[in-house]
């Protein structure tokens, strides 16, 4: 047995047994376990929002599109950082409504909102949808990551069979402190190699940063900024946008941030955040690291990027660890993913939907019980594969950011939308977003009309604006139709 | 007081998307390198640092982050 093999073993180990110790001296009720008991200090809520900006998609994803695509990456940091100014404004009034109605999950958040328990079913139908890909993403990661970092002694099938099961025995019995617990040793873990590597291999291969910088420039003129067509300005500056509103639209991130005890914690936690995800500039110069020195990956294979040039410049101890790593990430959103997915099948589909008696402890059972049901699903998405997998994460973006809108207008004083108008325009915005992704279309496809600038705004633009309109058209009939009977 | 207080700290929070999003327009080439970065990357580095000292204001002079209002219940073992 290889010693990379050895200590990625030994990783997942820790990580069970961890997840499984975390239940200690906690009954776990419903609200223990889909939201820690509301508990969480500033640390802990930090580590599961952070886990959001750290999962596989960042460590392998963000590397992996500065290598294949150049600047069109810098986005992402960009929207992480806008991110947390919205939150800063928005998770305070979402925690309040939280805390003072008991809330578990984000349809429960919009049925207190709109008092509307259709509107409920549908952000749960939405977010599961959405969730979904999300999972299957992560562990592609893991299998990616692990079978590679093993050497091959692991294939990608065992991997993802492998973080499946631990993942989805703690999440059983320990839920969202399982995850909690894991993200300590986590972001300590990532924090020092994502630093670690984007120092030394630019160090390493080029003779320090500036340097390689100089070096891309001279083979790739133009690379480094934002072409004039494609990954453009506009292409940016609409998908920080966009990515900015939907940040915390998932619903799993509403879990996260369900477990807080205070509200002041949220704030600290979003001002602070962006210092953290510009760790990220050094997943960047790893990225950047191996365009010339693993030369010749396209299509998704460009995701290996990071891996590659790992198993190619280090001794296999070392490898070892960057495989434990990637594990943990892939583990950490999935169990926070697996708990909110199973916490809205039971809660807000099962009982909101059909069984409107049950109590917390059956949902609790039940929400347990789906646990491996929803693993099972995305492990069968995850070994089925295919090239989908990406579209169908911005697609799981794309719908989330759905959410946002209804949201923002339920804090208004008085607000502008109707139940039936947040209902009609989510709806919208849905069927919209998955028709664009099954059809592919781009903005210029749906507007022939546009200006040549304006051509590669992101097209999940387009479906919040019908999102927008449908709302206020239906808020502006329901309100008509209403007022003689309020009179 | 405190409402109209609020409002303005609302609108200081726009600055980091005029600044980074909207500049972002003018700043589009490569070189010069700043800090060895490519320019669109040194900008986007340098307002995550406006960012969080733009926010870390706002958080200061908030006065929902003040005593009464803003209740944290006493520390617990997660």
Redesign the interface.
Known sequence: MSVALLIILLAAACALLLGLAARRGHDMDLEQWSV?GR???TL?VFLLLAGEIYTTFSFLGASGFIYGKG?GA?YI??YL??N??IG??LL?VVWRTAQRERLVSQPQFFVCQYGSKPLGILVALVGVAAMIPYLVLQFTGLGIIVSIASYGAISRTEAVWMGAVIVTTYVMISGM?GA?WNAVIKDLLIFGIVVFLGIYLPLHYYG????M??AI?HAK??????PVRGNS?VW??ST??LNAMGGFMYPHVFSSIFTA?????L??N???M??Y??ML?FV?FAGFAAIQQVPGLTGAAIDLALIKLCTQTFAPWFVGIVGATGLLTALVPGAVLLTAASTMLANDLCRAGMRPAASNGSVTRLAKTLVPVVALVAVFFTLRGGATIVALLLMGYNLVTQFFPALVFSFARRNPITSQGAFCGILAGTLAVVAITLTNATLSDLLPFLPMALRDLNVGLAALILNLGVAAIVSAATRVSLAPQQA | MTISRRKLL?LC?AI??IG???G??FV????P?V???????AW??I??FL??AI??A??AL?P??RPPS????P??I?
């Not at chain 1, 003129?221 to 934002?226: E, R, T, V």
Request: glycine residues 10%.
């Open positions: 820690g508990s969480f200090g802990f600047a810098y940091l960009a950082t806008l947390q100014v800063y404004w305070p402190r909690a320090g940063i500036g340097a910088f100089r420039d003129p133009g690379f480094l900024a934002f300005v940016f500056q920080v946008l005890r205070g509200d002041r914690i704030r600290r979003t001002v602070i962006p210092l995800s510009l500039l960047f | 609302l929070s980091p998307f980074m999003v909207g972002i327009a589009n080439r490569v070189t390198f800090f060895g970065l490519p320019l669109p990357l986007i580095t307002w995550v960012t969080v926010m870390a706002v958080y908030d929902a982050n803003g209740d944290d219940p520390d617990q997660p």
